[in-house]
């Protein structure tokens, strides 16, 4: 089994920045991708960013690319997701999501096996 906390989340103005902890505990190593989703008010779950295990890749969401950065700290089992250039369409609970299946191909899915209780990031104009 395996546990996940997100943190870091918060309120900012548009074109600031916030860095999302995701610490996991638990049978770490099997876990072989890890992911950031979002919902956003009245809309379904989706995926922003994910990354493969073993320098397997990383994935990202269209409306994020060039603006967000997810990465690993293999020593401290946790994820990062760095969100800068933040916009107001990007206000929503984020959570984090890890799965022993592969990345590809699927990783915006919301079908991950280990999920967190979420972190609200909140943008103002």
């Known amino acids: 089994q395996v546990q996940v906390v997100e943190s870091g989340g918060g309120s900012v103005q548009a074109g600031g920045s916030l860095r999302l902890s995701c610490a996991a505990s638990?049978?770490?190593?099997?876990?072989?991708?890890m992911a950031w989703f979002r919902r956003l008010p009245g809309k379904e779950r989706e995926g922003v960013a994910a990354i493969a295990a073993g320098g397997g890749g990383t994935y990202y969401a269209d409306s994020v690319k060039g603006r967000f950065t997810i990465s690993q700290d293999y020593a401290k089992n946790t994820v990062y997701l760095q969100m800068n250039s933040l916009k107001p369409e990007d206000t929503a609970m984020y959570y984090c999501a890890q799965d022993a299946g592969p990345c590809g191909g699927r990783w915006y899915l919301p079908l991950f096996g280990h999920w967190g209780q979420g972190t609200q990031v909140t943008v103002s104009s």
């Open positions: 638990g049978d770490t190593g099997s876990m072989n991708c």
